[in-house]
């Protein structure tokens, strides 16, 4: 009995050492933020959903270009009709991120975008997730997401639901207990008419917290359900992660990303190369109890890759395209390898193929046609006859998600120079709408500066040979400001539009 208040003693020392650290990193904060004059991140979130409340009828605009470049934003397919439907993300100029919450519908016959501003809806956020289904004339469901203030000094994690009408383009914010807590990065998908929402992160900048959790929202009785896990097999805490699900009603997770803590001050990354299954129980009494159980695929094995781009189509076919391969060349160094990969997975038969006719065509490269298990043990060899410079570390989970491993690694990725092609990136917006798959967006990154795309590309999945290039590729559209040379610019909290703020940018994995 001595022995156990002891260690409980103990912990609540511990504990209470967390406090007093987080309030020493509080009060510091406060006094940047007073030095800056910077309004405190729940007041300028006040004063956004005033500026929403504001809107008194729906409106829609025709606009004469794309919206403008962006990542960490949504892009799905209406229900119905054949448009692309993309809300919010983020911007980075090399000083400040601008945050969005602008609605905007492609119509894909006619080429046309536009922009449709409704009252009282969602505030500015990046790093959220939204999905369509065809209920009731079809219905956008939104939830989370962040929002970053211009010093990168104070993050707003959201956990708000909410529900557009695409009949009416009215927003409704849904208020119902025992929902998720507030977070970005998560995953949502909708399956047998549930909304099911996986992972995510919370940081406030003082300290984060990665989560494994599942929830789950009916769409018929609009309540947040009771969810059980059963079993002892959980994924680890991750965000960014490939959420799909089948047929059967199993919800696949696959990837992702996290930090751990390794010495003060310094974190590392962890890109997971895991992949499980959620099954539910068959029985009907209880519908609501799940396990997880661990798989793999069949066929090509992917490289770890986190902020992979990743959507389902009809058939169980799952697709994915992109994302970044972080590598560092010391503790604090961090540098990205991107790819433009696209892959496809059967999850019936667990089989992913290597979608590259197109590549094929148009290089004569013969990198691609190496399997991944080549390319390591190429990378592995090469360890010991090449010198370190070039030559960056790598943090890999393993298949089993609980230990990693460290790999020195080369370019993985072909350098394929075809404006017919979308370029590698990650955090790009993937859709398939009647059998096309459209990439838009997203970000790369080279010689420490950040190139954020509005680019468009369809390709027809049943005769996948050649992407159709809908808006081209600009890596000049917008102007990089190295950090040094605007400190003295602070700007304003909001734009006068009400639908951008602008923080620094923090690189995470959304």
């Not at 969005?100 to 046309?112: G, H, T």
């Not at 208020?175 to 047998?192: D, L, Q």
């Not at 990693?404 to 790009?428: H, Q, V």
Request: proline share 5%; charged share 25%; glycine share 8%.
């Amino acid at each position: 009995m001595g022995k156990k208040d002891k260690n409980k003693k103990k912990g609540k020392g511990a504990e209470k050492t967390a406090m007093k650290t987080d309030k020493k990193l509080a009060a510091k904060q406060k006094k940047m933020l007073k030095k800056l004059e910077e309004t405190e991140i729940a007041e300028v979130i006040g004063r956004l959903e005033e500026e929403e409340a504001r809107i008194k009828t729906v409106s829609e605009e025709i606009c004469a270009s794309a919206p403008t470049p962006r990542s960490n934003f949504t892009l799905v397919a209406h229900p119905e009709k054949e448009e692309l439907i993309l809300f919010g993300g983020e911007f980075y100029n090399g000083q400040r991120v601008s945050v969005y919450n602008d609605l905007f519908f492609y119509n894909v016959n006619k080429n046309e975008w536009k922009q449709i501003r409704s009252p009282s809806g969602p505030t500015p956020r990046s790093g959220h997730q939204m999905v369509a289904v065809a209920a009731n004339g079809g219905q956008l469901w939104l939830f989370g997401g962040e929002h970053a203030s211009p010093s990168q000094l104070q993050f707003y994690h959201y956990k708000d639901l909410w529900m557009m009408s695409l009949k009416t383009r009215n927003w409704e914010k849904i208020t119902t207990s025992n929902g998720p807590s507030a977070r970005s990065g998560h995953r949502m998908i909708v399956s047998k008419k549930k909304l099911f929402i996986f992972g995510g992160f919370y940081d406030n900048n003082q300290s984060y917290n990665y989560f494994n959790d599942v929830h789950i929202f009916s769409l018929e009785s609009y309540t947040w359900l009771q969810v059980y896990i059963e079993g002892a097999i959980i994924p680890p805490p991750r965000s960014g992660c490939c959420m799909a699900s089948a047929p059967d009603g199993r919800i696949l997770i696959w990837g992702g990303y996290s930090k751990e803590k390794i010495k003060k001050d310094v974190d590392r990354g962890i890109t997971h190369t895991d992949m499980y299954f959620l099954i539910p129980n068959k029985s009907p009494q209880n519908s609501t109890k799940y396990k997880w159980i661990t798989t793999k695929t069949n066929g090509y094995k992917p490289l770890p890759l986190s902020s992979v781009s990743c959507t389902s189509a009809p058939n169980a076919m799952v697709y994915s395209f992109g994302g970044v391969m972080d590598v560092d060349e010391n503790e604090e160094d961090l540098h990205g390898q991107f790819g433009n990969d696209l892959l496809a997975l059967d999850l019936n038969s667990l089989t992913c193929h290597l979608i590259d006719n197109f590549k094929k065509k148009k290089s004569h490269n013969k990198h691609p046609k190496m399997s991944v298990d080549e390319r390591l043990a190429e990378a592995v060899n090469t360890i010991s006859t090449t010198s370190t410079d070039g030559i960056f570390t790598v943090k890999v989970a393993s298949p089993s998600g609980s230990a990693s491993t460290l790999l020195e690694m080369p370019s993985f990725f072909p350098n394929y120079k075809s404006d017919s092609l979308p370029s590698p990136r990650m955090n790009a917006g993937l859709c398939v709408c009647k059998g096309v798959l459209y990439v838009y967006g997203g970000l790369f990154e080279e010689d420490n500066k950040q190139y954020t795309f509005n680019d468009l590309y369809a390709l027809n999945l049943h005769k996948p040979e050649e992407w159709k290039v809908i808006i081209p590729n600009n890596m000049n559209v917008h102007d990089w400001i190295d950090s040094e040379s605007s400190d003295s610019d602070d700007g304003d909290d909001c734009e006068e539009s009400g639908e951008e703020t602008e923080s620094e940018f923090e690189m995470e994995t959304q």
